[in-house]
């Protein structure tokens, strides 16, 4: 314990595709996280910004880019590329500063604009670049992976399309009145397994899309905080592990796994591990959550996910799912925000996202889709090229 | 019709032995592990700091972890082979004695009906895609005992 930092303050601006410029949304969520924070422009020491790899330069080097249209004021920065765990990892960088007592308040930024269709590889020809070859060689998109894992759990533990279809119903569901999500309809089961099948066995309506949006902390000192509030959430751990060698499931972009040939496998596969590693920092535990934002890739990743920061053993997230208990007024509710069924991907504002609305949860702010009493909350994703993604707040 | 000039599609990641072809990884000369593609600089195994590597051909069946179909045709440096597109079977394979999952596109003729976790596939040349004077191969796994399996 000790190694809590406050957060004071969070802002969004809502997903969508605007088609407009990314450092503007970055602007609206800043603002947005100032004004709920309470906190002027002037009072931040830092600057941590989650990198867009799609928008040149200006989103490459995200901190000072948000510095600059925000106004120069001689503060410090930080840009950090984790892809889908950018944001995550920006959040470690601004607590670090905070917790080694280089600044008292700290501002964390992720926004992004996107183009249509699926992901593509950035353009050019580069024959040595995986994420390159894997297109040119296999045909291999992120959908196929996803559909991958979603098949395996059909073989291995008899999950059906309609299980996975449920989990978009759900998260369509939870997302409806959700004023920061892209999408507010509710689909049935039957408009779900309806939809056009992309990647066998998921369908359109169960793969995440791409959106513009962008997310914003604002983190203090818990000195800093307490002057401000009697009871802050706070950030009791982030995670930001990487794989252990040999790692075992075929990840993107890679056309291999490591070889478990001489290698002793870890003690968890990588899923598991992220999860695992913000448990132990916090020195809490499945049992202790009330509510967790995951990344719903594809619906039948957010099952994987149930097992992989242990709300149930592996093999029963499906029961999990039909009894109810991860809805809304459930035993532990996953993503009452809509998840990214409902939002989109907007890359480096995402995993940022998440805890915005894990935080507005904790403070009873969440409206229509508050899960009651919620108290501890996680957050998990995972990022291409080994970024684990996981943050832990409580109140 | 013109016989087009077969080529792989990628330089050194397989052989192209009509008979059995293979896929070309590296075994660590310090440690023993494998690796595909070839590890040319530093071994990936953090028990180890072996810099050198044998080329080995890797295990020809394995086992279907898992498979899916491709229902849309990819964007680019992807070429399809036809237009309009016709979806294709990946498959992620398990070998054995190497202890790695391997993916690559399902041959010719099958598809996921012929597949299902631990169907045992084996590695053939295919055509990827053709342009006026060649026909450019890549590896790919076929079920062993053939359709419906």
């Given at each position: ?350 995993a940022i996202a998440q805890v915005c609305e894990l935080t507005w949860h904790l403070r ?32 | ?89 990946i498959a992620a394979v398990e070998l054995a004695e190497e202890r790695m999952v391997v ?47």
């Open positions: 314990m000790g190694n809590e930092v406050a957060i004071l303050g969070v802002g969004m601006h809502p997903w969508g595709k605007w088609g407009r410029n990314f450092v503007e949304y970055g602007i609206e969520a800043s603002q947005a996280a100032l004004g709920d924070a309470g906190v002027g422009w002037d009072d931040i020491g830092f600057v941590a910004g989650a990198d867009t790899i799609r928008n040149g330069y200006p989103g490459f080097i995200a901190g000072s880019t948000f510095s600059q249209a925000l106004g120069w004021k001689g503060n410090r920065v930080a840009s950090c590329y984790a892809a889908c765990a950018s944001g995550a990892h920006a959040i470690g960088i601004a607590r670090a500063q905070i917790l080694a007592g280089l600044c008292d308040v700290a501002l964390v930024v992720g926004a992004d604009t996107t183009p249509k269709g699926f992901f593509a590889p950035v353009g050019g020809d580069r024959p040595d670049d995986p994420d390159w070859l894997r297109f040119r060689l296999l045909g291999a998109t992120n959908p196929t992976y996803f559909a991958l894992y979603a098949r395996r759990r059909m073989e291995m533990f008899g999950a059906t399309e309609a299980d996975f279809a449920k989990v978009r119903e759900k998260n369509g569901r939870h997302g409806l009145s959700n004023p920061n999500a892209r999408y507010h309809k509710a689909f049935s089961v039957d408009d779900i397994l309806g939809s056009a099948m992309v990647a066998d066995p998921l369908r359109l309506l169960e793969i995440c899309a791409t959106s513009d949006g962008a997310a914003a902390i604002v983190l203090s000192s818990m000195d800093y905080a307490r002057r401000r509030t009697t009871d802050p959430v706070q950030v009791a751990a982030i995670s930001t592990v990487t794989p252990t060698y040999p790692e075992s499931v075929i990840e993107m972009p890679n056309f291999a796994t490591d070889s478990g040939a001489v290698a002793a496998a870890p003690p968890r596969p990588f899923r598991d591990a992220i999860a695992a590693a913000a448990y132990e920092e916090a020195g809490l535990g499945p049992d202790d959550l009330d509510l967790a934002e995951v990344y719903d890739l594809s619906s039948a990743l957010e099952l994987d996910w149930y097992e992989n920061i242990g709300l149930c053993k592996e093999g029963e997230a499906e029961r999990l799912l039909n009894d109810g208990e991860t809805t809304i007024g459930g035993r532990i509710p996953v993503n009452p925000s809509g998840g990214l069924s409902c939002f989109g991907e907007a890359i480096p504002a995402q009873g702010q969440a409206g229509e889709r508050q899960v009651e009493g919620a108290r501890v909350g996680l957050t998990v994703n995972q990022g291409l090229f080994g970024h684990g993604s996981s943050v832990i707040v409580k109140r | 019709m013109t016989t087009k000039t077969r080529v792989p599609a990628v330089e050194g990641w397989f052989t192209i032995d009509p008979e059995s072809p293979a896929l070309v990884g590296t075994r660590c000369r310090s440690c023993g592990t494998y690796a595909f593609p070839r590890e040319t600089y530093f071994c990936k195994n953090p028990e180890c700091t072996g810099r050198e590597f044998d080329e080995v051909e890797l295990s020809r069946r394995g086992k279907v972890w898992s498979f899916t179909n491709n229902c849309y045709q990819p964007p680019p440096p992807f070429v399809p082979r036809t237009d309009p597109f016709e979806p294709f079977a993916l690559g596109q399902v041959a010719d003729g099958y598809s996921i009906d012929d597949l299902a976790a631990g169907t045992e596939v084996e590695l053939v040349l295919g055509t990827l895609y053709e342009d006026d004077d060649h026909e450019y191969v890549v590896w790919k796994w076929q079920p062993v005992a053939g359709k419906g399996a």
